[in-house]
């Protein structure tokens, strides 16, 4: 069973850059697919991107594409999240999620994802 631990949350102004980490233990992490989720305040969960379990095909919801990379080092069991130009509405828990499905490379609902981390705090002030 994976546990997964993310960091790098804070609070930063509108513009600027955090990059989140997400630590696996207790599994095979290339086996998984990779993902990204936050939960804005007031909101539902919505998906941020996710990556293959190779890290060579991911994919982005629109509203963070051309702003944040996912990536990932199998070898350090860790998922990044780089984000750039952040925004106000981007502010949320962030939260990073494996998924063993061996359907496809890589899934937006969160239905998909089997474990999930403790999440991370996001601010960006104006």
């Known amino acids: 069973q994976v546990q997964l631990v993310e960091s790098g949350g804070g609070l930063v102004q509108a513009g600027g850059s955090l990059r989140l980490s997400c630590a696996a233990s207790r599994g095979t992490f290339s086996s998984y697919v990779m993902g990204w989720f936050r939960r804005p305040p007031g909101k539902e969960r919505e998906f941020v991107a996710a990556?293959?379990?190779?890290?060579?095909?991911?994919d982005y919801a629109d509203s963070v594409k051309g702003r944040f990379t996912i990536s990932r080092e199998n070898a350090k069991n860790t998922v990044y999240l780089q984000m750039n130009s952040l925004k106000p509405e981007d502010t949320a828990v962030y939260y990073c999620?494996?998924?063993?499905?061996?359907?496809?490379?890589?899934?937006?609902?969160?239905?998909?994802?089997?474990?999930w981390g403790q999440g991370t705090q996001v601010t960006v002030s104006s």
């Open positions: 990556i293959s379990r190779s890290g060579y095909s991911t």
């Open positions: 999620a494996a998924s063993g499905d061996y359907s496809g490379s890589y899934y937006y609902s969160p239905l998909r994802y089997d474990y």
